[in-house]
């Protein structure tokens, strides 16, 4: 596609419950990134995917948190057991090699956890 | 050492006027300083980046100063409109992964 899609847009759930959100990159980018934005606050790195080296989940703030990618291209990030703090902006990116420079992010799913 | 600090916060300018943002780093091992801005309800877009071989880097009336001594960098808007009305954030990296994101400032420019 033209660009980096997430889905849904905005979710809502209710604390305790587990949440899928996607992310499509755009064809052909090697690269993926999750990044987390909460409300006034600068984007903090959650996971990467480089092509098919394992990925790296240094950013991931706990075990309820996860990600995958499907045959390098589409991604899915879980939350477990969602909590409050976990409300915040999930934004994807994609970029067309392994240095990141130029990514492209996505709108992002708002997640508000009630 | 993984820090960003950006300031100000918020930033108000006069239509045509200069825009000014900081940013500050303390890991020397980061080599490739972007610029994003982001409209509401949008991800934030690459404005433009700059590596630490250069002291400055000028797109349209955007430019980048980077004092690699000082470890900080900083983003000029020339001619500031109100369409550049948003929220600009630094960031750094190593390699140009994984990026380290400063706490972002909100322009707004007045007519």
């Known amino acids: 596609g033209a660009g980096v899609s997430q889905s849904p847009s905005n979710k809502v759930t209710e604390k305790g419950k587990d949440v899928e959100l996607r992310c499509d990159p755009i064809?052909?980018?090697?690269?993926l990134y999750w990044y987390r934005q909460s409300l006034g606050q600068g984007l903090e790195f959650l996971i990467y995917?480089?092509?098919?080296?394992?990925?790296?989940k240094s950013g991931l703030p706990s075990d309820r948190f996860s990600a995958e990618r499907t045959g390098g291209s589409v991604s899915t990030l879980t939350i477990q057991r969602t909590q409050q703090e976990d409300s915040a902006v999930y934004l994807c990116?994609?970029?067309?090699?392994?240095?990141?420079?130029?990514?492209?992010f996505g709108s992002g799913t708002r997640l508000t956890v009630v | 050492q993984q820090q960003v600090k950006q300031s100000p916060q918020s930033l108000i300018v006069q239509k045509g006027g200069i825009s000014i943002i900081n940013c500050a780093y303390e890991?020397?091992?980061?080599?490739?300083f972007p610029w994003y801005q982001q409209f509401p309800g949008k991800g934030p877009a690459l404005l433009i980046a700059?590596?630490?071989?250069?002291s400055e880097k000028k797109e349209g009336r955007f430019t980048i100063s980077f004092n690699k001594s000082a470890k900080q960098f900083s983003l000029h808007i020339m001619d500031s409109q109100p369409g550049d009305s948003a929220t600009y954030f630094c960031?750094?990296?190593?390699?140009?992964?994984?990026?380290?994101f400063g706490a972002g400032t909100i322009l707004r420019v007045k007519s």
């Open positions: 990116a994609s970029s067309p090699h392994a240095q990141g420079a130029g990514y492209t």
């Open positions: 064809s052909g980018h090697t690269a």
């Open positions: 995917f480089q092509g098919n080296s394992a990925p790296d």
């Open positions: 890991n020397t091992a980061f080599d490739y």
């Open positions: 700059i590596r630490p071989d250069v």
């Open positions: 960031a750094a990296s190593k390699g140009g992964n994984k990026l380290v």
